[in-house]
């Protein structure tokens, strides 16, 4: 192969379509979600200028108050306000749930990238860490994990960053694998090119799609997983606004306020609706044409 034909070779890469924003904007479940998923965290960028009350602000005279003008929401059983409380818990468990994906989805993508790369010993040991790992049921490890740290929010990101990076590993390697037999590797390696350049230039542009598409039904199974640790007791620790120990307060007034329970059930429903749309629309828009 002549210098010109590796050249070519190494040119004739894929690389990101000009019309990215144009196939975004086509995509109605992409558009619906961003706008789902914007509304709500804007209102927690905004939470202390629109919500009325403080989330901590108590008012011993409309304790299990229902909705009033007062109180559009009505209140819980320690009197503070259920709207404000709702608003600053989409901060608390959207930042949450975005920061515990930080880390997984960086470490996951290096690790499958090395292991579909490189394959062999590098990747016998790596993918049976990564099997050792899944074996474990992912709830009952999180769970696991945060209880020997202990509860709160350092316990989450711990757990997260043991359990969660597993699975971009698995997805990266398998896309990986694809694209280092395709002829503009093998064409960089042909030229000289150092392994670093190549992952950087040619491999990992082509196999990250997957992982940001994946990171956004993540952050769903996170912030649930927040949610379900909270409504436990072993995630964001009170005072904290929390849609998860929202719901646990407010069970034990379900038949008399309903409200304080369904709630924030229905805030975790519509947030992960919307990353779901979102995850579908990137599927569909950065799928090769």
């Not at 210098?3 to 904007?25: C, E, G, N, Y």
């Not at 992952?199 to 992982?211: D, E, F, G, S, W």
Request: with cysteine; hydrophobic share 50%.
């Amino acid at each position: 192969m002549t210098s010109v034909d590796v050249t070519a070779a190494i040119d004739a890469a894929p690389v990101p379509t000009p019309t990215f924003w144009r196939r975004a904007q086509a995509s109605r479940s992409l558009m619906i979600g961003v706008t789902i998923v914007g509304l709500i965290v804007l209102a927690a960028i905004l939470a202390p200028v629109i919500s009325p009350y403080s989330p901590d602000q108590q008012d011993l005279y409309h304790i299990l108050g229902g909705i009033s003008s007062k109180h559009l929401l009505g209140t819980d059983d320690l009197g503070r306000d259920e709207l404000s409380r709702l608003i600053y818990g989409a901060r608390t468990d959207i930042l949450v749930g975005v920061l515990a994906i930080v880390f997984p989805f960086c470490f996951g993508t290096m690790m499958g990238t090395i292991a579909g790369y490189y394959g062999g010993r590098i990747d016998s040991v790596i993918m049976r860490v990564v099997d050792v790992v899944i074996a474990f049921p992912f709830y009952v490890l999180v769970i696991a994990l945060v209880f020997v740290v202990g509860p709160g929010i350092r316990g989450i990101f711990v757990a997260f960053a043991v359990a969660d990076w597993v699975v971009y590993a698995r997805a990266i390697r398998s896309a990986t694998l694809v694209v280092r037999e395709s002829n503009y590797v093998a064409a960089a390696q042909a030229g000289g090119l150092s392994d670093a350049r190549i992952l950087r230039r040619h491999v990992l542009p082509n196999t990250i799609a997957q992982a940001i598409v994946y990171a956004m039904s993540d952050i769903v199974l996170v912030i649930v997983a927040v949610v379900t640790l909270g409504y436990l007791g072993l995630g964001v620790q009170p005072p904290t606004a929390d849609w998860g120990s929202m719901i646990s307060a407010g069970q034990d007034y379900l038949t008399t306020n309903w409200m304080l329970s369904t709630l924030p059930g229905i805030a975790v429903v519509i947030t992960g609706l919307g990353l779901s749309l979102i995850g579908d629309g990137l599927a569909d828009v950065l799928r090769p044409e």
